[in-house]
C-alpha cells in the first residue's frame, strides 16, 4: 500500500514556473513507478509524464515536452514536476500516481495508487 501526497500547486501566470512535490508512505518507493497526470474541467484525465524506479528512464506527453521534467528522489520518497514556461492550457488538477511495473505508462487505469490532486491555475 502506498499514500500519495501531492503539493506546489497554485496560481501563476503564464511564462511562469512551478514544481509540484509529491511524497509517499511506506519504505517500498523505490520500486515504484511513477506518474504524473492531470485533470482540467470536463476533460479526460490525461497522461503528464512518468519516470522509472532509478529515474534512468522518462516519458513525457507532446504537449509537454520541453517545458516539464519529472525527477525522483528514492532518499526522500519523493517525486517532483518541475513545470515551465506554463501556458493557460496546462490548468488542471495535477495528480501523481504509483504502479509497478514500466509498462502502459501513458494509461492511467495502469496506476494502482492515486494522490489527491493539487490544483495548478496558468492565468493568461
Known amino acids: 500500500q502506498v499514500q500519495l501526497v501531492e503539493s506546489g500547486g497554485g496560481l501563476v501566470q503564464a511564462g511562469g514556473s512551478l514544481r509540484l512535490s509529491c511524497v509517499a508512505s511506506?519504505?517500498?518507493?523505490?520500486?515504484?513507478?511513477m506518474g504524473w497526470f492531470r485533470q482540467a474541467p470536463g476533460k479526460e484525465r490525461e497522461f503528464v509524464a512518468a519516470?522509472?524506479?532509478?529515474?534512468?528512464?522518462?516519458d513525457y506527453a507532446d504537449s509537454v515536452k520541453g517545458r516539464f521534467t519529472i525527477s525522483r528522489d528514492n532518499a526522500k520518497n519523493t517525486v517532483y514536476l518541475q513545470m515551465n514556461d506554463l501556458k493557460p492550457e496546462d490548468t488542471a488538477v495535477y495528480y501523481c500516481?504509483?504502479?509497478?511495473?514500466?509498462?502502459?505508462?501513458?494509461?492511467?487505469?495502469?496506476?494502482?495508487?492515486w494522490g489527491q490532486g493539487t490544483q495548478v491555475t496558468v492565468s493568461s
Open positions: 500516481a504509483a504502479k509497478s511495473l514500466l509498462q502502459s505508462i501513458r494509461l492511467a487505469t495502469a496506476y494502482a495508487y
Open positions: 511506506g519504505r517500498t518507493f523505490s520500486s515504484y513507478v
Open positions: 519516470i522509472s524506479t532509478s529515474g534512468g528512464i522518462t
